[in-house]
């Protein structure tokens, strides 16, 4: 089945310890980026990827950090969480960004800093 | 920069009915897409309907269609014959047409929670 999986689902931390949540897509997309959604702003961009080692900011970079060594996945790594970063986080991904075709996303990830 | 509003934060809606989610953007391109995006409780995201912006006949999927004016740069989303799982919440959001090398970005509205009741 075509999709973009993301562990874990759910993440209670407390401030200043580093963590990785995974994102992994098995559909061979170039693009991958992650988003946060935060109640009453929507959901924002925070890191894009065009393609393997290709990687820029989006729109909310700050704390967080991204590597894109494989096609498949695209981490996203919080060196010194805090609780302002407390989130529903998504990854999602598409075919090259020339294509036109809708982003698939994962399921979520909700992350507690405490 | 692009921007999208949705101005009604919370909807409801009777089962059977029809509930209109509204939905504006603010754009210098000519070309675009726009999508409504529906989030259950459980968290997935999943693509409703889509409308390019060089289209002039509105999108439709079953019993969803969008009324898209663009000169007055509004997307509206109509949902008819309203069901108890329509009952979400609802982003609108914007994207650029690609160019080589362009970011693939959704700007997203803040969303409007629709509720069914029976």
């Known amino acids: 089945e075509a999709q973009v999986t993301q562990n874990p689902r759910y993440l209670i931390t407390v401030t200043g310890k580093k963590l990785t949540v995974t994102c992994s897509q098995n559909m061979n997309h170039e693009y991958m980026s992650w988003y946060r959604q935060d109640p009453g702003l929507g959901l924002r961009q925070i890191y894009y990827s065009m393609n393997v080692e290709v990687t820029d900011k989006g729109d909310v970079p700050e704390g967080y950090k991204v590597s894109r060594k494989e096609k498949r996945n695209f981490p996203l790594i919080l060196e010194s969480p805090s609780p302002n970063q407390t989130s529903l986080y998504f990854c999602?991904?598409?075919?090259?960004?020339?294509?036109?075709?809708?982003?698939?996303f994962g399921n979520g990830t909700r992350l507690t800093v405490t | 920069a692009q921007t999208v509003t949705q101005s009604q934060p919370e909807m409801s809606v009777q089962e059977a009915e029809t509930v209109t989610l509204s939905c504006t953007y603010d754009t210098s391109e000519s070309d675009y897409y726009l999508f409504w995006y529906k989030q259950p409780p459980s968290r997935q995201m999943i693509l409703v309907i889509r409308?390019?912006?060089?289209?002039?006949q509105n999108a439709t999927e079953n019993r969803f269609s969008v009324n898209f004016q663009k000169a007055a740069k509004s997307f509206s989303l109509k949902i008819s014959d309203s069901q108890l799982g329509d009952a979400a919440m609802y982003f609108c959001?914007?994207?650029?047409?690609?160019?080589?090398?362009?970011?693939?970005?959704?700007?997203f509205g803040k969303g409007t929670l629709l509720t069914v009741n029976p």
């Open positions: 999602a991904s598409a075919p090259r960004v020339t294509v036109n075709s809708p982003l698939h």
């Open positions: 409308q390019e912006a060089y289209k002039q």
């Open positions: 959001a914007y994207r650029r047409t690609s160019r080589g090398g362009s970011n693939y970005k959704l700007t």
